[in-house]
């Protein structure tokens, strides 16, 4: 979801429909903070099933910065707008703009793509590290595990880790937020790609579609467990198999 909509923020401003929504602007620069925790969240629930309240820990840093995201968000719409043609199209004409409010009163706002770039690698190297762990536990390796949870997380990580490296790579190359689009494109890729074996391991489309099936739905909420299922399947089976009514007419 987070890099979802980062990616929706990257096409309003390619496509320059940004200018139409300029409050939308700084709106996903938190999220970049959230892609790194969530991963190792996702590969240690995925490994022990289990939590704790001191994950929270790993969301300290992006409500920071969130909280000072606010002196940036709180600008004219005329500052936004000299920030995106500043980023995309240095060519046209920037407004007159006077605000009390400084945008980035601490000049971190500069070193955001390293800072990014940083914690991202480091929350790899955790979960990879984590999942590296467990697999030896398996006896085996990380490249040759059997076990399809643990080869759904490796594959999970490459992109994440392929991910960092396009994004290095595009920061490095190209000024300001030029070349995001290469990242958009692998993350779309990645995207499709989850789809696809998602629904490849689905068994949604193994259940029958017959509208002698609808009438089921009604029972799906019913409070008995599997044991009373069984008690009361089996005297059913034996009214039947001892009464025998099944031979008389009158039954």
Same mark, same amino acid.
């Given at each position: 979801l987070s890099l979802?909509?980062?990616?929706?923020?990257? @096409?309003?401003?390619?496509t320059?429909?940004?200018?139409q929504v300029l409050?939308? #602007?700084?709106?996903?620069?938190t %999220?970049?903070? /959230?892609? &790194?925790p969530f991963t190792?969240? !996702? @590969?240690?629930?995925?490994?022990n099933? =289990?939590g704790?309240?001191?994950e929270l820990i790993h969301?300290i !840093?992006p /409500?920071?910065?969130?909280?000072? $995201?606010g002196?940036? +968000?709180a600008?004219? *719409? *005329?500052f936004k707008?000299?920030v995106?043609?500043?980023?995309?199209?240095?060519?046209?004409?920037?407004?007159?703009v =006077?605000?009390q409010?400084?945008?980035d009163?601490?000049?971190i706002?500069r070193? /955001?793509?390293?800072?990014t770039? @940083?914690?991202?690698?480091?929350y790899?190297?955790?979960?990879w590290?984590?999942?590296?762990?467990k697999?030896?536990e =398996?006896? #085996?390796s990380?490249f040759?595990?059997?076990?399809? @949870?643990l080869?759904?997380?490796r594959?999970?990580?490459?992109?994440? /880790?392929?991910i960092?490296v396009?994004?290095?790579?595009?920061?490095f $190359?190209?000024k300001?937020?030029? &070349?995001?689009?290469?990242?958009?494109i692998y993350?779309?890729?990645? +995207?499709l790609?989850t789809?696809?074996?998602v +629904?490849d391991? =689905?068994?949604y489309f193994d259940r029958s579609?017959?509208?002698?099936? %609808?009438p +089921?739905?009604?029972y799906?909420?019913?409070t008995?467990n599997?044991?009373?299922?069984a008690?009361? %399947?089996k005297?059913?089976?034996c009214?039947f198999e001892d009464?025998?009514?099944?031979?008389?007419?009158l039954?």
């Open positions: 979802s909509l980062i990616m929706f923020e990257g @096409v309003l401003n390619l320059r429909y940004i200018v409050f939308l #602007t700084y709106s996903t620069a %999220l970049n903070f /959230l892609i &790194g190792y969240l !996702f @590969v240690k629930r995925s490994i099933n =289990s704790s309240k001191g969301f !840093f /409500l920071i910065y969130l909280i000072y $995201l002196f940036s +968000i600008q004219p *719409e *005329e707008y000299n995106y043609i500043g980023n995309f199209h240095p060519e046209w004409t920037p407004l007159e =006077s605000s409010i400084p945008n009163p601490l000049h706002n070193y /955001l793509n390293l800072v770039a @940083v914690q991202i690698i480091f790899f190297a955790l979960s590290t984590l999942l590296n762990k697999i030896r =398996s006896g #085996t990380i040759r595990v059997k076990d399809e @949870v080869q759904s997380l594959t999970i990580l490459i992109h994440i /880790l392929v960092i396009i994004f290095v790579t595009v920061k $190359l190209f300001g937020n030029f &070349g995001d689009h290469f990242l958009s993350i779309t890729i990645f +995207i790609f789809t696809f074996r +629904i391991d =689905s068994s579609t017959s509208f002698l099936d %609808l +089921i739905g009604k799906r909420k019913s008995l599997e044991n009373v299922k008690q009361i %399947l005297k059913i089976k009214e009464n025998k009514y099944y031979t008389s007419n039954a």
